[in-house]
């Protein structure tokens, strides 16, 4: 569901009054989806907020640990649920829920267990750490039914290159949102139109 | 039971007719043993005729991924069976069978997994993502029981260095299978020739 | 519990005999922790022979495999058990009988299973392979909970920048006790110097 996008923002917010502009300059840009990570308290009522102000936007939760969080992250209103790891207990509820789950897995181990779990997308965490690109190239050629999320690290400057591999789905990225909302507009613009240009 | 060969050419049949001259090449280059992976779907059929046309070679299913194909892989044939990663399932049904399993471990914790269940012959796939000869030094310090079968980017170029390091049961490689059968059996012939003059 | 050393030598003795002179020198140095290693037969004796040597130091046994070797290690007095990875069976005796278990996570899927079984404080082993510091880095912002003991190529050179960022609870290292007893004392002495200087 993220390969339409082909570039995931991925936004931590320290404080609930920040989501709105954020959000609402990813719309501006062009790049109506964002991951939201479960790594400040605030995360819950940004999502319900994003939600309830950007109806058409796709917006999920990210750095979900465990069922528990996972189950707020629902009850907000989550469309999608990423974890940096694979949890057998998101991956259940999520299965229960229908809500589309982006575990990250790192080793052919992880790979194989989400496999047997019935997951074909998987996120990629940290990218640059494992290998980036070229991991991507040496696990896909095991994984030919895989697809990608590479997340961490991912910039601008590498985003194309990213993109041109067919087994990736989508790119993750924090660097989206770093600025001002004025400069995420800008930046998603650009990501918008590196994705176009890559993807035809 | 691969220490003899100290080189498992690792080949992905596109069509089923490549196979006996391919199988054919390596025993002619001196090296009658091959990891067919099923990653395309005539890989059954591949061992079937190999084991059949070279009862003498040893053939092994690679990129077992689940216990249905690795019954599969079993049912016709297969004198040994390698997985990207580690599955339980497969490990299973391989100790009922007594046939040898060689799973991908990339990390301490998966290895000692692998070791409470009995393995002390590991895959350490991709080993040029993962660090390598000096990662497969760091952990061989810490589990001196087990040997490993580096495979992922070894080429004949490096393939001495690997075979120098006592923990190194066996190299995976590719790179003996890349061009015409005939290519194939100058490869074979000289990796033999360099597991000997490492090996003695 | 290994937060107040900064730094906790990690020890392999090959006879008995060499324990007390190695652990006495290095509390004379200031260091009165060790993590002796089960890799050689006479772990559990050393461990047995330090602590009764030296009642006020803290003294854990390392590459713990098994619930059989974390039970002969507990049996033998070890205040605190290490192991490359995760192993489940180790994790609930250290529960049980409430002794700090340190086990090695190398992947965010490996950190949330640690963290969903209660663990706040992970080895990161081998530090080097898997990426050092930037490595722990980027798992760090999608576990701000957790802290982290990186062993295995670090030295005295990169000591300081590792304890420099907040997230690393303590650092293992073999580089200590390389030598002599007396090389030990003094190698002791200087990574003590560098724990006061970076943390004050």
């Not at 979900?64 to 009850?75: I, R």
């Not at 974890?83 to 207990?89: A, I, L, Q, V």
Request: aromatic share 8%; charged share 20%; proline share 6%.
């Amino acid at each position: 569901m993220l390969e339409q996008y082909g570039v995931i923002p991925v936004v931590t917010f320290r404080r609930e009054e920040d989501a709105l502009p954020m959000l609402g300059a990813l719309c501006a840009g062009g790049l109506p989806v964002a991951e939201i990570c479960f790594r400040t308290d605030c995360a819950k009522e940004c999502i319900e907020a994003g939600r309830k102000a950007f109806p058409d936007m796709c917006i999920g939760a990210g750095t979900v640990l465990s069922g528990a969080q996972c189950a707020d992250a629902l009850a907000a209103g989550a469309q999608f649920i990423v974890s940096p790891g694979y949890s057998e207990e998101v991956a259940l509820l999520c299965e229960e829920r229908k809500v589309f789950y982006l575990p990250g897995c790192a080793t052919p181990t992880e790979i194989m267990r989400a496999l047997a779990a019935g997951l074909t997308t998987l996120k990629f965490f940290p990218a640059n750490v494992y290998g980036g690109l070229s991991a991507i190239r040496a696990l896909a050629a095991a994984f030919p039914q895989m697809r990608f999320v590479p997340t961490g690290g991912v910039s601008e400057e590498t985003l194309a290159q990213y993109l041109a591999f067919d087994k990736i789905a989508a790119v993750g990225g924090s660097w989206l949102v770093k600025g001002t909302p004025a400069d995420a507009e800008e930046a998603a613009r650009r990501a918008v139109r590196i994705v176009h240009e890559v993807r035809g």
